[in-house]
């Protein structure tokens, strides 16, 4: 253990969860796609989330990533409540999302990409008098690449949609990182990959992981799930149905939890959805 | 699950998504080459060739530099107010009103000065303002309340249309004070004509906006694609808007500039600005980028229109084949323009 932590472990009180999700709930009109979830992600969680189309599991995405607003219950920060709508908020918060199509320019090169509305300027004041200082842009996300140890051939003049898909993940994923400082929201981020471009952006999620950032990832490949996460939280129907430390359990019981063959585990600590409300 | 079943799915889906292919292509490659550098280069071809043929059909008169002069001068109030139209393009939004906005700035800035004797230095700035003005309310009407831009521009150009006969009555104005407000267009500094140290001026500053600016970068990244601007932060309302009050303060200076040229205020001079400006911009996304509009195609589109009707004009065309060649010129622009962004990224 650190010696930061263990310090701390003689006088305060521990450290709250990173996120903390308590009794939320979302509808869309009659529609209720998520119930009463609650979830603690802690620092330094790999979490996989996983469940069939229409569990839930976007929505609660675009929760985090403030597309959403919960209609029922909270979510802590770092122990406090907060609203992190709308995304931009989030992203002040801490909070990156690489969402499937990637959200990337395509016309942009991979460095404008990664300062795509938080451009390094000269100048305050409306954005029109805003003179961008390219060169600081460009080395800055060419350093933040490289700390990654991510390499694309001519980083700095190919526009991100003459890339392959896997480069193109890696930028999302690296840009995610580069802002990220406490959560990072993946979803599906090997869906549209090869194998060989998967292994790539694991390995990236692993380093990632390694650095300390928190990251919650939405999958439909559970080997990729095993390869990086050690949390598995499945959703069916709108309701968390198991968390899970990936280590105490298999991929045929979680499959089990998605298809419904299964009822509810919780073995990651978190209180399971209140059924009496 | 098998580790093969993975694998297949992830090459299905990469395919899919439109990664680089590996293997066979629908098209030849030959050929989707050949689209791709016509829709590249086709303008610029188009516009050397045309050069060529003047040249050795008119080699006395065409390439001579007072006739370039000419060249330039003729197109630079239609180079402003085309320049203008290509920043709310860029941002994926069109806007028909500003051949309207030309009309009614002219006949305004006119009306100012003769009937209401206002000065030179208070009339001009109050047109350009409401040029600006009526662009704003073309970005908030697009942006906040979602209008289509094709319907709402169209809109609000009629609205201007209806401004202009209510000002004027339908009856051209003549320019009875202020004499000096036709040297703002005719006067010349080292024997270069204003119009043409606007037309740079302008187009300068516009090429500076969208290319150096965050404000560039923004409108830029909306019109590739506005859900990932969203995503990142960006405020996509306030960037339309401002690109469409970029359009209208073009328009309108592009209106006033015209009426110095003329010493009047015509009714509806200006109007033939909205498909001139288009033709320049659909011409200029074949120059150079593929399929993107910028300000450098723009400007050779209109090049190539000046050229164009200068070279009929000289060779003796009648008035009917410059029509024909800027209606063709127009449908063969935007058929170049789509060629490119289908094939651009393959």
């Not at chain 1, 999302?97 to 451009?119: H, P």
């Not at chain 1, 840009?175 to 090997?190: I, Q």
């Not at chain 2, 003005?133 to 309340?145: A, E, F, P, T, W």
């Not at chain 2, 606007?198 to 830029?220: S, Y």
């Amino acid at each position: 253990m650190p010696v930061g932590n263990a310090k701390r472990l003689v006088g305060a009180p521990p450290e709250p969860p990173l996120i903390v999700l308590r009794n939320v709930g979302k509808a869309f009109g009659a529609i209720e796609a998520l119930r009463n979830v609650s979830l603690d992600l802690r620092r330094g969680d790999v979490l996989g989330l996983v469940g069939d189309n229409g569990a839930g599991k976007s929505t609660l995405v675009k929760m985090l990533a403030g597309a959403h607003d919960p209609t029922s219950g909270e979510i802590l920060l770092d122990g406090v409540p907060h609203l992190l709508s709308p995304p931009a908020q989030a992203l002040r918060l801490g909070i990156e999302t690489v969402y499937q199509d990637l959200s990337l320019v395509g016309s942009f090169t991979a460095a404008e990409n990664f300062f795509l509305g938080r451009e390094i300027a000269w100048g305050k004041g409306p954005a029109l008098f805003r003179w961008m200082r390219r060169r600081a842009m460009m080395d800055a996300a060419v350093k933040g690449l490289e700390d990654l140890h991510i390499e694309i051939p001519r980083i700095r003049t190919q526009p991100v949609d003459r890339m392959s898909g896997g480069q193109r993940q890696l930028a999302a994923i690296a840009r995610g990182a580069f802002w990220g400082s406490k959560l990072l929201l993946l979803d599906e981020p090997t869906a549209a990959l090869g194998v060989r471009e998967s292994r790539e952006v694991l390995d990236l999620i692993t380093r990632l992981s390694a650095r300390g950032l928190t990251i919650l990832m939405v999958t439909h490949n559970l080997e990729h799930l095993w390869s990086v996460c050690n949390r598995v939280v499945v959703m069916r129907r709108g309701t968390k149905v198991a968390d899970m430390e990936s280590r105490d359990t298999t991929m045929e019981e979680v499959v089990a939890f998605i298809t419904g063959a299964k009822g509810e585990r919780d073995l990651a600590g978190a209180p399971l959805a209140n059924h009496g409300a | 699950m098998r580790r093969s079943e993975v694998a297949g799915a992830g090459a299905l889906a990469g395919r899919a998504a439109g990664a680089p292919p590996t293997g066979r292509l629908r098209r030849s490659e030959a050929t989707s080459r050949a689209l791709r550098f016509v829709s590249t280069y086709g303008t610029i071809l188009a516009l050397v060739a045309m050069v060529i043929v003047f040249t050795i059909l008119q080699p006395d008169t065409f390439a001579t530099v007072d006739n370039v002069r000419n060249i330039l001068n003729d197109m630079a109030i239609g180079a402003i107010v085309a320049a203008g139209l290509t920043i709310p393009l860029v941002g994926g939004d069109f806007d028909l009103s500003i051949g309207y906005v030309a009309s009614f700035s002219g006949l305004l800035v006119v009306g100012l000065l003769s009937n209401s004797q206002w000065p030179i230095v208070l009339a001009v700035p109050v047109v350009m303002a409401l040029g600006t003005l009526i662009g704003l309310v073309n970005g908030l009407i697009v942006s906040k309340i979602g209008v289509n831009a094709f319907i709402a521009t169209l809109g609000t150009g009629t609205v201007v249309v209806g401004l202009n006969y209510a000002y004027s009555g339908g009856i051209p104005l003549q320019l009875t004070h202020a004499m000096s407000f036709t040297d703002v267009a005719l006067g010349r500094v080292w024997g270069i004509p204003h119009l043409v140290l606007a037309m740079a001026l302008v187009l300068g500053l516009l090429w500076l906006m969208l290319n150096r600016t965050v404000q560039g970068q923004h409108i830029k990244a909306i019109g590739v694609s506005a859900e990932s601007a969203r995503r990142a932060g960006i405020g996509v309302d306030r960037s339309r808007i401002v690109a469409f009050a970029i359009a209208g303060f073009c328009a309108a200076t592009g209106g006033i500039l015209m009426a110095s040229n003329l010493g009047s205020g015509q009714v509806a001079a200006g109007d033939g600005f909205m498909l001139t400006s288009f033709a320049a911009a659909f011409l200029g996304s074949a120059a150079l980028r593929e399929g993107q509009f910028h300000i450098v195609g723009t400007f050779i589109g209109i090049l190539t229109v000046a050229v164009g009707n200068n070279g009929l004009a000289m060779i003796g065309a009648p008035i009917f084949v410059q029509y024909l060649f800027s209606g063709t010129l127009l449908v063969v622009a935007v058929a170049l323009s789509g060629l490119g962004r289908r094939y651009a990224r393959r």
